[in-house]
């Protein structure tokens, strides 16, 4: 496959690349009570690609990502991690990416033929924090731009499929570990973090229920109101308690 | 990294292979109440290595992991799934690989050239059941040899860290899905099933505690004891209820 054309700003010198190999990242925050998905906007063209890049051939993948996330969207992640690596023979296959680069002459014909060549892509997650987020957009990309997860574009080459693939191992770790401390500012509301597991889990839950049972794994803390003018009406806050939420993200929540 | 010699069974043609990247196979039976891993021991030699091989220009990984499964083994397996992808730039960086290969004279120089390339391994768990195996040693394999997966040894390259990688997949995916239906045979002990949970998670369960919360998932069925002799003693046998441990798959057994 060709991936996308801004995943060129690393390719100056091919030849300290491992071959058919590439990276995808899926990089999720939380806003408005939705996961939001960001996505890179190509030059001159209206395709949005998720961050991507290349392996050198001294870096792992782990290293590969850190590296592209960082280069590509200014990005410093603390949630990041390795969840499937997609190899579908035709998943390089998108006729708009070949017009693009053809119309905007963006590549040499080196890099070109190197670009065509099938490429197989270990995909990352990486949970952020959206409004911490000094995204700056590589050379070949327009500007950065969050997607809803629910309602995303139709992006270059089998890109939906990775974040659909993302979401599914977001509902497996909700699962068994506690999630939130990435995505959520330092105090939020429990109906914020309800939001995340509704949205993962695709599904309402009963309110009284989720909070009773949150509450009992004692991660959280719950913040006294402050006393104060229409305070009264106002939510309670909460925070992470990070000593609990690491012994169970090392432990695990399972039914045994 | 070079990766395992008895790889070049389907090295005939290096052209339709893709560069770099290699396939491995933590395959996982139950036996003695515990968990053992199959292994190839290679001929003339005293090294053993996870079945693994190379992915050809017109498959995807998955079919590449089952057709080196059947090549490599005579498996046919029934659960097979990706978990990780390994790519430390030292993995195959193994003296004893080198030595046995220039001693035993089994490859071209061009296949020699070629296996020296750095390789990122795409690894694959399956789950079997060990005395349904008719297992058959490739080419370059003296014998398959089965290890318990708490007593393994040194085996080649990184695939040590491999299993332990498999390992702990399975202790995530035992907390939130049921499992056993592809280790176990038709009908099991209760003690058998327990042991699996009790070796995954590295952990003694309580007997009771644990026959109260698995059958509450309610997946098992209890089949009434043979009336014959010294039958009264012998302990319940359990087989699964299909249909409701699928349903149980597709949902996701969680804390919410």
Redesign the interface.
Known sequence: MMNNDAKTSSLAHIENL????SIDCVIVGFKNQELHVLTMKLKGADLNALPGGF?R??????QAALRTLKERTGLTVTFLE?F??F???NRGKDKRIEQHLNKANLLTPGTKIWMQQ?F?S?AYLALVEMNQCDLKPDLLSEKCEWYPMNNLPHLLFDHNTIITKALEHL??K???LPIGIALLPHKFTMKEIQSI?EFI?NKK?DRAN?QK??LR?GFLIRHEKQLSGGAHKAPYLYSFDRKKYNLLVEN?????
């Open positions: 491992i071959p058919s190999l392996v051939h001294h870096e792992n993948l782990d390795q499937y690596t190899s579908d023979v099938r197989i270990t509902k497996v909700i699962r068994y597991y889990l839950l989720f049972k949150i794994l695990g929540i399972g039914f045994i």
